[in-house]
């Protein structure tokens, strides 16, 4: 039996009429008649009790009806067991995306050609007014000693009693990762778009950038801490007052896989609003405002 055949016969079971049947099949009811004939042919048994009009199914006909209809379900779960393997298919490089320590990062790293391409992938991010809230500081290799100079005296600033070995960690962060970028948050005055949009805005262009260099076959990872605070470290690197040195992305091949991550459970970030509900506004603490804290974190991968 063909699967047209089975939807014929499923039709003809709901409608219990062949001119509604028929006209749910998309056929006359000539061609529906025949199409069940050679089904009756096919199982050498009438499946339909005859008469001129519908008068119901034969025994051997129900029995039939319900292997079809146990058929068509499977069917219709085999679809969408395909339809979400397909889906997560398509969108497996954002579901298989990984934060890499720098400690696990090796050369070679991504060239000009590629970062450059990584940051045409975050100008097509999300941006309300187009106003680009952000921008990219590239570190060439000839300029990474200099900026391991800027890292140390920012940790000394901070702690004039750093151990040699802290020095050394502070010099590392400019100078390990193969490649290092660093984003900053530009937000501009604009009333239209308020800066809370902006952030956002910012933030869904380093997600672009991250996954990007994830689709190249880089490893990637964004890190902020203390030093993104440091007004003289900003200022030589041109960072301005009204920005925001959000952190510094290493990139490079993954020379050591990192762990698997943690199951993450939807019902942890999803819930379903409707009229009275108002648990997760409240949880979440609804702001008209977004506090200075959320545009950098301490030291944890983005």
């Given at each position: 039996m ?39 042919r ?11 009009v ?54 070679p790293?991504?060239d ?48 004039p ?35 809370r ?20 076959g880089?490893?990637?990872i964004?890190?902020?801490?203390e ?10 690197l ?19 896989t990192p ?16 009229p ?13 405002s977004?506090?200075?804290t ?9």
């Amino acid at each position: 039996m063909q699967q047209d055949q089975i939807s014929y016969l499923l039709a003809l079971h709901r409608q219990q009429d062949w001119a509604a049947a028929a006209a749910a099949c998309q056929l006359s009811q000539a061609q529906l008649k025949k199409a069940v004939a050679g089904v009756e042919r096919e199982y050498g048994c009438a499946l339909v009790k005859t008469g001129a009009v519908f008068r119901g199914f034969t025994v051997e006909g129900e029995k039939v009806v319900a292997w079809a209809q146990n058929l068509s379900e499977a069917l219709s779960t085999l679809k969408q067991v395909f339809a979400a393997s397909n889906s997560r298919k398509a969108i497996a490089p954002l579901l298989e995306r990984r934060s890499i320590s720098p400690k696990r990062l090796e050369a070679p790293g991504p060239d000009r050609q590629e970062i450059d391409l990584m940051i045409e992938a975050a100008l097509s991010a999300p941006d309300h007014g187009g106003l680009h809230p952000w921008r990219v500081l590239v570190f060439p290799a000839d300029s990474r000693a200099k900026l391991a100079d800027l890292f140390e005296q920012e940790k000394l600033r901070r702690d004039p009693l750093a151990s040699p070995e802290d020095i050394k960690r502070a010099r590392e962060h400019a100078t390990r990762s193969p490649a290092l970028l660093a984003f900053v948050i530009s937000p501009k005055l604009r009333m239209r778009v308020p800066e809370r949009e902006q952030c956002l805005a910012a933030g869904c262009a380093l997600s672009n950038l991250l996954n990007a260099a994830h689709q190249l076959g880089y490893g990637a990872i964004m890190l902020s801490g203390e030093r993104c605070f440091d007004s003289l470290l900003c200022t030589e690197l041109g960072v301005e007052s009204t920005e925001y040195l959000a952190g510094f992305i290493s990139l490079g091949s993954v020379a050591v896989t990192p762990p698997p991550r943690k199951p993450a459970m939807l019902d942890a970030v999803r819930a379903v609003w409707g009229p009275g509900v108002s648990e997760p506004a409240q949880r979440n603490g609804c702001r008209d405002s977004m506090p200075s804290t959320a545009v950098t974190e301490s030291q944890k991968p983005h």
